[in-house]
């Protein structure tokens, strides 16, 4: 693991979410820029001191001096943006698969970089749009694959959270920090932290791409320096239209993502707040309340491959989350052992996603700076 | 009144309303345009056959010949849209106060002719944008008044239909017939039919004026004559941004009006659909369910006045209209009988809301037209 | 009507629920034993002073010697408990159909001598049983009459409120005061005016009847001298079991009747707090959520005849009560017309309830005083 | 680990776990009584093979042998119920802390039993009461221990499930086999399996004791040998009532525990379909809805400790499973190191909850048998 040393917020997720089925043991990491606080931490994660290090460099260097089955398989990297990059790309040069925490890179230019490296090294990369791990997602998404709702004419999505409403960076709060810096976080601030995860999941779950977008990108909280708020309308690939919502400014909102996609046959909502409910409505039937469970029969196969527990046993973000963790892991694990893969594992968001995300952000803020107008969806 | 003769489908809802405080009585109609249907709908009605006419023009007449307390108070104006302006004006300049329908005139043309007349003759008018009348509705906009939730900062308003999904209109359904007529229902189809209620309701509670306007207007459904669904982004006169989305296409949806305000120090969530919950979120604090009942003391004022029953009795759209009705009737009947009026019961739609409601339509499409440009909120 | 002046809580309902589907036209009233105060409120409502009396005694002769079609046709008894059985049976004895609020009477030998006075004058009598009135409660009635649920197995009932969860009585509090009154309300205090509701919603919803009850029946708060609080073990007819809690002085709970139905092929759940929705739950399908309006072609013809709303426009408690009265209404007039009744406006609480009510608070008094034996549910 | 082989429920949700935190490592096991199936298990969960046993007995006696730091510490016991008593006192005796699946054993007197050899060996024993480890149901707890509900008056707990609705025992699913054989789970079906987590919660939550019962306890599946439903009324050392029921028969149902507790003061509401939610009641003021998040600073503290994300990223019951585990870790390595433990992680069910489960169980099922008379509920 590089990054998530103490005091950081993802690190501890993306370790629990790897422990949780088993399939990955942490045996090493450069948790922090800071040697004693990487220390530390590994200590308290009772890793053995000789392999928790000061340096990402050093990592990939020693670990590469280990003999096979010993050394690390897969390199989480959970640093913010402007850290996703070259520890990603040693790894990979290196021969390591890599996790990564999105968005992807700092800018579109290393992801177009990142996209040319992973092709070239052939590894298996992941990006962690956690939201795409929950099990109603995935039935979402199936449904529509097998135009349960017809032709989509409509996506909804909505992402509001609070806690920068005021102007934490100034309180030396870490996450704000680092968030609200453009040198840290890339040119997108709310752009880049959450609406690349409402893009992700608009394209994910309606299995179409973003055509073009005009967007309304706002600066709410006085001296902040990166976009902090922003509307945009989209347009997908098959015609349909839609809204893209995110704003981090909204006091007293929690994280509180919703999608609501409708076809020529009927709809669906999802909303992180009730993750194991997924809403259907059908012109002319009662609502439908699909729930997760790996014991019932009527959710998909790809469904019921992503719960853990039955029916009236909730699941929530850890699990999701581990769900991307679980199918890297069996996907690396299928290549090393030169195993089959069942193709329902090998579902998790990879180089693409990352350079959609990267897109998204460019295209939202160039379309609000020119006048806002309409702009393509394109490199 | 005049329109809502059998098959017609507000104009039930609208006796309903009336009926339901005992203020107001239904003394005579003009109820179709067919003066059989109107006879055979006044009879249904337990009206004396004198008093159900064949036209409002023959109407509007004959009440006039009537005797003091004898004649009509009061002309509700439920027909479609191309059928607002010339009953109203009529009964106006007759001397009867009006209560109208939304949208309030075919074109703004109308709507500005429409306020003249208001202006000239001092007599009272109402317009039914239902969803004011609501209690919890109403405790919202008293809590932003008090500055419960800060400086407002984002809105939005989401109206999601889905009986237009498909071209309903070929089927000779009354309602989509008519909705969906240029000629019949003016320039806005969606737009017309619950956008203005979104826009209305969006400055009724924030107590803001939308500056300016970007839309997306679409028609989704081929061969519909008049837009079918809509996305926009506003502006706020506070600086506020937010969103306007409504669609009539998003088959399987109920009518379904979502309102999210927040400001700097909080936001609240209503729902159409739980009409007697108001959710305010809060930094820090727990979520708050304000909940409607008139023992509620801890509500505002005007949002008791504005319940019928005890909390845990659940009130629904007939009373919200019926809100507005009492109103209007407290409010003419303080004018006729020199009593003071209560100024919590002084607060229905009115002439303004109803320019505002045109101008919304004709902004939303002139900036679709425009290559969705940000267009001024002004006449 | 009889009682219901001003001050009063259920007769002003009473008089919305007449009056919203314009069958019913109040045309008289004795509204409190105060002549004084029956006038006021008569002058309120806009009756002519002639019509309204110093007692029902007076208003039956009265109206008994006006003219046919001037006379009223219908009295309302909205009065405490043990002014019930006096005033309705002297309107039946005069040739008046009569509709009265819950529980029946004052005991249980009022119940059954109203029974034969009924019977005897064969005249129309219906009971406010307001719950039976909701639409979402007629479709699941239905559901379970078409065998959707199968062989019915378990109800559970729960009725909190807690209005008297302090010594309200004390305090002067009308509605408190003659309800905690052993001479006004009858033997049951929380038993006879919430208890009897939840027992009718369950045998009208399942169609079963009850066997016996076993109860535990409670006064909480100190003094009192009625029960405020109960739980009850029932058992039906087909061998099904259940319990019937109901509590008075849950302290914060809203009016929250909520029922749940499971036979062997599925389940139904309402809340009255969300009275347009029902919840079905059946074995490896989805959860559905049927939801109320007249649009709605899956729902039973007779739940349908009960909206007055098309979909995502919520109706409530007055118009739940407004369906008694207007099933009433249609029942009386079609005797008085002699026209054909659609049997599904047949539809209301009746002598048979009243009595099953009364029972219920005897027996469970019963039980409770015996040690908490089973006791069997006959008269 | 004894049990928990392939095939089996509750021992992969103890492995997840227990993994979570990474507090606890997955050592050794004797998965099942097949040798040969336990290998399997044991080599799917990338066990050494010599550490993977065929027996419990073999377990504890090679692992004892161990040297200090490489043995077990723990032993996790998911069994069916007959196998909880030999392989826990056995781990006992060896010096190993033990942490057992509900309920606690086969009968009362191994309760008690056991109990004694707890006592005497002066062990770490914890029960996996899964529902007391959600962060809300402490945060429940904690308000009520702060009084802030007052003296409690009334506790409601209801826990439905379906899945039994059939005679599933007779198609070999493994789960019904045993459970509702009389010889594996004891003389307590429904009672066993799901009442003592309702008495548990109960008890749990409100901080008092169950002073008498009085059950009706049903078989409602013809055919089958122990009871699958039940309802009860409690009586509380405090005066207080409430209801315990619970069914396995209610086709449909998903696992729905739901807590209602009610005091002078207010009340609470905890739903496990939505368990990061806790809902407050109190009169005269809104609802509140109290949510988990590390980050909300009004939540106790021992609540926040309880949470591992923050607000708006749900939790589920592998969370609330995982937070007996590791604060039965901390306990036991608390005590190994001789740290200070910070009380709050000294929280999970123990021997004494296991006691009054089997009480529960006996005791209901003493009521039912005797006619439904009120029972002590003491040894």
Redesign the interface.
Known sequence: MVGGGQGA?IG??H??AA????QIE?VCGAFSSDAEKSRLSGEE??LPPERVYGSYDQMITSENELLDGERMDIVSVVTPNFLHFDPTVKALKSGFHVILDKPMTFDLEEALALKQIVKETGLEFALTHTYTGYPMVKQAREMIRNNE??NI??I?V?Y????L?TKLEDTGQKQADWRTDPMRSGMGGCLGDIGTHAANIAEYVSGLKIRSI?S?V?I?VEGRLLDD?F?T?IRYDNGA???I?A?Q????????LKI?I??????IEWR?????SLV????????????S?V????LAPITKKHC????????????AFANIYRNFALTVRSRIFDETLDPDFNDFPGIEDGVTGMLFIEKAIESSKK????VDFKI
């Open positions: 917020f501890a997720v370790r629990m422990a949780l089925d088993g942490l994660l009772f709702l017809g004419r409509k909804y909505e509001p959270q609070g806690w409403s005009m309304n706002n709410v708020d509307d309308f239209s839609g809204t919502s704003s400014v909204l006091a007293g909102a929690e994280n509180g609501i409708h076809g020529e046959k009927g709809g992180h707040r009730e993750p194991n259907l409505r059908r012109p002319g039937k009662p609502e439908s309340v699909i729930r469970g014991d019932f029969e009527y853990r527990t039955p029916s009236g046993h909730p699941e929530g973000f850890i699990e006048g806002h107008q309409w």
